[in-house]
């Protein structure tokens, strides 16, 4: 039984506790906040044994197996390692961090104290994925040629809250691009040769719209686009030589279908889920722990760290951009 800590009392840390009381091989065992008000507030609610004023308190209880840490992403890095010195394995809520120097220095940790470290892409684990990274391998739609992904929402306008707060690690990118360049790097892998990026950043120093190419080599191309400003489709498309995959609200897809180019055919592919889809990471975590990983096969350090460093170059070209013409 690996007994699980929390790390911030945070509306996204419900959902894990949730999702861990509907398993059989872990349990919620503590709490921990910097306001004791809050993480004893989830210690009633939840049944939770211990409830803490600091996550440092947390750490040091020697009851704790592994820790979710699912505080603001600024503050991800520091929670993380100090986690991962105390001896807890981690799993850490998606952006795993704000930089790539921070994904290079957690995943060195990791190696170094022998700890399971993860980010906490839980779309990654959804029985749909299964299903198609399967069928993918068996040429359904032959050889990936481009991967597509949209996910956008129009953003409460609280420049406080945390979306909009560089500060906090605010920024579309941040916040959903994770999702559509996970998806990317899901079935394009992380052979990235370069990238352009273009977008807009609003006035609190966030990016809020965004638009970024990836090149892959030989017209292989990975393709996203995220706003808080404007509303479309959240469509995912894996485009191969003889078919195309469309899953809509990819993010946390249960359907999809499979277009064949020269039958015209077409096949419905259907996984439905637990109601808290959070329970697949939970369960692949709890699996990797088990069995002595120091990372998950589904999400890879190699991922995040790819990831981590997409997005600080993409957001480099698109602070620098001045309404020149990138060629």
């Not at 009392?9 to 398993?23: G, K």
Request: glycine share 8%; net charge negative.
């Amino acid at each position: 039984m690996i007994n699980w800590g929390i790390v911030s009392a945070s509306r996204i840390s419900e959902r894990f506790i949730q999702a861990v009381q509907h398993t059989e091989s872990s349990c919620i065992y503590a709490v921990a906040s910097r306001d004791i008000g809050r993480a004893r507030i989830l210690q009633k609610k939840y049944g939770i044994d211990k409830a803490y004023g600091s996550y440092g308190e947390m750490f040091s209880d020697k009851s704790v197996d592994a820790v979710y840490v699912s505080n603001v992403n600024s503050l991800h890095f520091n929670a993380v390692i100090s986690a991962i010195e105390a001896g807890k394995h981690v799993v850490c809520e998606k952006p795993l961090c704000v930089s790539a120097k921070e994904a290079e220095l957690m995943i060195k940790a990791a190696k170094d104290h022998n700890i399971f470290l993860m980010e906490a892409m839980w779309t990654r684990f959804l029985p749909l994925y299964k299903t198609l990274r399967e069928k993918i391998s068996q040429g359904v739609i032959g050889e990936i040629m481009q991967v597509r992904a949209d996910f956008s929402f129009i953003a409460e306008r609280n420049e406080q809250w945390r979306l909009l707060n560089a500060k906090l690690g605010g920024g579309a990118l941040y916040d959903i691009g994770i999702y559509s360049l996970m998806f990317i790097l899901d079935f394009m892998g992380i052979g990235v040769r370069s990238l352009k990026a273009l977008g807009f950043m609003g006035n609190t120093g966030v990016d809020e719209e965004s638009g970024v190419l990836l090149d892959y080599g030989e017209g292989r191309l990975g393709s996203m686009y995220n706003s808080f400003i404007s509303r479309r489709p959240r469509m995912g498309v894996v485009i191969g030589t003889e078919g195309e995959i469309y899953i809509p609200d990819f993010y946390s897809a249960e359907n999809a279908e499979i277009r064949f180019s020269k039958s015209g055919n077409h096949e419905k592919v259907e996984e439905r889920t637990f109601e808290n889809k959070f329970i697949y990471e939970v369960e692949e975590a709890c699996e990797c722990m088990e069995k002595g990983l120091l990372q998950s096969g589904l999400v890879p350090w190699e991922h995040s760290l790819t990831a981590a460093k997409i997005i600080e170059e993409a957001l480099c070209q698109i602070k620098k951009d001045k309404g020149d013409i990138y060629v």
